[in-house]
């Protein structure tokens, strides 16, 4: 079946950076774009940017170019999202989510959590 | 920058409709999508391409769209169905770099 499994919940200090991975299964990886959208705690979906697997190329939201680099693996079916210079308003569960007419599958979230 | 605007709350008794909007400027000229997210949980797609429902999504839940405003709709609520829920389109540029969700709105059922 269709999965995307993501790496483990991460505690990171203001100033550093942070990689999420999230690998997919049951699919051919390289024929459909992957999406990273965060969710702060108690907060709304926010949209961070999208990669073509296919070719690496990505598109970022406004709000974290320069910050973000979205990156992909096709020999080991992964994607990966590096958010650097964190603050503490980047504390939030990120999810990678497939797009086909939509993000039609999600992976299980990965929480960051950004303290001093 | 671009913007979906759902109201914060809706409240429905079981076995009433309940409706949600979203507006948005680039609505007449973009696709809707809807997501429910229940607590502790990934988002699920409900509704793509403004009315179409994914395979194993309940027949209850319908899309529509009119002009700047889309709606989902739940006939015949259930209490499974409390949950947030989310519109998500793009701004007019068509291109993914404009992908945006709306601030959502929570169902609840009373």
């Known amino acids: 079946q269709v999965q995307l499994v993501q790496s483990g919940a991460e505690v990171k200090k203001p100033g550093a950076s942070v990689k999420v991975s999230c690998k997919a299964s049951g699919y051919t990886f390289t024929s459909y774009y992957m999406h990273w959208v965060r969710q702060a705690p108690g907060q709304g979906l926010e949209w961070m940017g999208i990669?073509?697997?296919?070719?690496?190329?990505?598109s970022y939201a406004q709000k974290f170019q320069g910050r973000v680099t979205m990156t992909r693996d096709t020999s080991t079916s992964t994607v990966y999202m590096e958010l650097s210079s964190l603050r503490s308003e980047d504390t939030a569960v990120y999810y990678c989510?497939?797009?086909?007419?939509?993000?039609?599958?999600w992976g299980q979230g990965t929480t960051v959590t950004v303290s001093s | 920058s671009y913007e979906l605007t759902q109201p914060p709350s809706v409240s429905v008794s079981p076995g009433q409709t309940a409706r949600i909007t979203c507006s948005g400027d680039a609505l007449p000229k973009q696709y809707a999508y809807w997501y429910q997210q229940k607590p502790g949980q990934a988002p699920v797609l409900v509704i793509y391409?403004?009315?179409e429902r994914p395979s194993g999504i309940p027949e209850r839940f319908s899309g529509s769209s009119s002009g700047t405003t889309v709606t989902l709709t739940i006939s015949g609520v259930q209490a499974e169905d409390e949950a947030d829920y989310y519109c998500?389109?793009?701004?007019?540029?068509?291109?993914?770099?404009?992908?945006?969700f709306g601030g959502g709105t929570k169902l609840t059922v009373l």
């Open positions: 391409k403004d009315s």
């Open positions: 989510a497939r797009e086909s007419f939509g993000m039609d599958v």
């Open positions: 990669i073509n697997p296919s070719g690496g190329s990505t």
């Open positions: 998500q389109s793009a701004d007019s540029s068509g291109t993914y770099g404009g992908v945006v």
